[in-house]
C-alpha cells in the first residue's frame, strides 16, 4: 500500500518525543513489508525539505504553524491520487483531510491536548485553542481512530467517538537486555523529557527540596530541552537552590546516555499535566528503575499503583517527595517495585507494537 502520513513533526524535528520515535519504528516495518511510506511534517531551521530514512520518505512543508495549510497545497498539487492509505496524527490541532481527501483514512491521536492548552500558551490562545479543540473533535467523531492507551479512549468518547471506532495499540521501546542493579552511590531521582510547563518539572525541584531534608545524599538529575521561556526559569530556580550542588543538568542527551542515566538511577519522576502514555517510565522500567508519577491521563496507565510504581494520591511536591522518602525507607518495597516494573516492561517492544498496529489498519 502508499501510506501517507499526516504529522507536524518527525524525528529529527528539535521538539520531537516519545511520539515521533514509536511512528518512525512503525514506518520503518511497514516498509520492510514492501509499502511504501511518506511523512508530510512540518518543517524546522535547518532541516531538508525531502529526506529518505530507511526507506520511508519524509516532505517538510511550512513551519509549526504553517504546516497544515502547506500540507494541503503540497497534497493537492503533488499526491492527490498517490496514497491508498492516509494516516491523519492529531497532535494539538488536525490537518483535516477530510476535507481534502477521499482515501481511506484513520486518525492517530496520543493524546488530546485539554487542559495541556492552560499551560502552553497565553490568554486569549489558551481559551481559543481550548474551546475549538470541543468543536474540532466533534466534527471528525465519525472517523476511525487508533490510540495507544485506555485513557485517550476515555477522553474519545466524551466528544462523541464511537467506541466501535476506537482500536489501542501497544506502544514500544527498545530491546530489554537485562535489569541493571549497579545504581549510582547516593539515591539519584530522574527526570526526563523535553522541560515544558506542561511537565511541571518545578513541582520536580521542589519535591526534591523537601526530600531533601530526610535524605542528606539525595541527587537529582535534569535531562531535556530547555531552549524556551520554561526552560529558562526552570535553570534559574537551579540555580537559586540551596541544594544546587546536588543537582545536575545535562540538556539533551543522546540514546546511549539515556538509558545509561535511567539504569543508573533508582528513581523516575514524572509529573505531566496529561500524557498519551508516558514513554519514559517504561523505558526507565525497563532498566529496572520504578516511576513515581502525578495521577493523571497516560500516567496511570503506565504505572500500577503500588505495583510497578508510584501514583500520587495529591499532584503536588509535598505528595512526590512523601513518596519518594517512603521509597528510600522501604526497601523491600522498593525492591518489589523495582522487580515488577523490569517484569511489566518486557511486554513492550516495538514489534509487537507494529504487528498490532497493522492489525488495526488490516494491512
Not at 542527551?253 to 500524557?275: G, N, P, W
Request: hydrophobic share 40%; proline share 3%.
Amino acid at each position: 500500500m502508499n501510506i501517507l502520513w499526516f504529522t507536524w513533526k518527525d524525528k529529527k524535528n528539535p521538539a520531537a518525543g516519545g511520539a515521533e520515535l514509536i511512528n518512525e519504528e512503525l514506518a520503518k516495518r511497514l516498509v520492510e513489508e514492501e509499502n511504501e511510506v511518506k511523512f508530510l511534517v512540518g518543517g524546522f531551521k535547518g532541516a531538508e525539505q525531502k529526506e529518505t530514512i530507511y526507506g520511508y520518505e519524509i516532505i517538510r512543508v511550512g513551519n509549526r504553524f504553517t504546516v497544515y495549510w502547506e500540507a494541503f497545497r503540497y497534497f493537492r498539487k503533488h499526491l492527490n491520487f498517490w496514497p491508498d492509505l492516509i494516516i491523519e496524527e492529531i497532535n494539538t490541532f488536525p490537518f483535516f483531510t477530510q476535507l481534502y481527501t477521499k482515501q481511506k483514512r484513520v486518525l492517530l491521536f496520543y493524546q488530546l491536548c485539554r487542559e495541556i492548552w492552560f499551560y502552553q500558551f497565553s490568554f486569549p490562545l489558551n481559551l481559543i485553542g481550548y474551546f475549538l479543540e470541543s468543536i474540532y473533535l466533534k466534527f471528525l467523531s465519525n472517523n476511525k481512530v487508533i490510540t495507544e492507551s485506555e485513557s485517550t479512549k476515555k477522553d474519545l468518547l466524551k466528544y462523541g467517538f464511537s467506541k466501535e471506532n476506537i482500536a489501542i495499540f501497544p506502544i514500544g521501546i527498545s530491546p530489554i537486555k537485562s535489569m541493571k542493579l549497579n545504581k549510582f552511590p547516593n539515591f539519584t531521582l530522574l527526570s526526563f523529557g523535553t522541560i515544558r510547563s506542561m511537565k511541571r518539572t518545578t513541582h520536580q525541584i521542589k519535591a526534591f527540596e523537601i526530600a531533601k531534608q530526610h535524605i542528606p545524599k539525595l541527587k537529582l538529575i535534569i535531562v531535556g530541552d530547555s531552549q524556551n521561556h520554561y526552560g529558562k526559569k526552570v535553570l534559574q530556580i537551579i540555580d537559586a537552590s540551596p541544594y544546587k550542588k546536588d543537582v545536575s543538568y545535562f540538556g539533551k542527551v543522546d540514546e546511549k546516555r539515556k538509558f545509561y542515566l535511567m539504569a543508573q538511577s533508582h528513581l523516575i519522576l514524572v509529573t505531566s499535566v496529561k500524557e498519551g502514555w508516558g514513554l519514559v517510565v517504561t523505558e526507565a522500567n525497563s532498566q529496572g528503575t520504578p516511576a513515581i508519577v502525578y495521577d493523571v491521563d497516560g500516567l496511570r496507565d503506565s504505572v500500577e499503583d503500588k505495583v510497578t510504581g508510584l501514583v500520587c494520591k495529591k499532584n503536588n511536591p509535598n505528595e512526590l517527595a512523601r513518596n519518594i522518602v517512603k521509597l528510600f525507607k522501604e526497601k523491600k518495597l522498593y525492591k518489589r517495585l523495582q522487580n515488577n516494573a523490569f517484569t511489566w516492561s518486557k511486554q513492550f517492544n516495538f514489534d509487537k507494537s507494529y504487528r498490532e498496529f497493522k492489525n488495526i489498519l488490516k494491512l
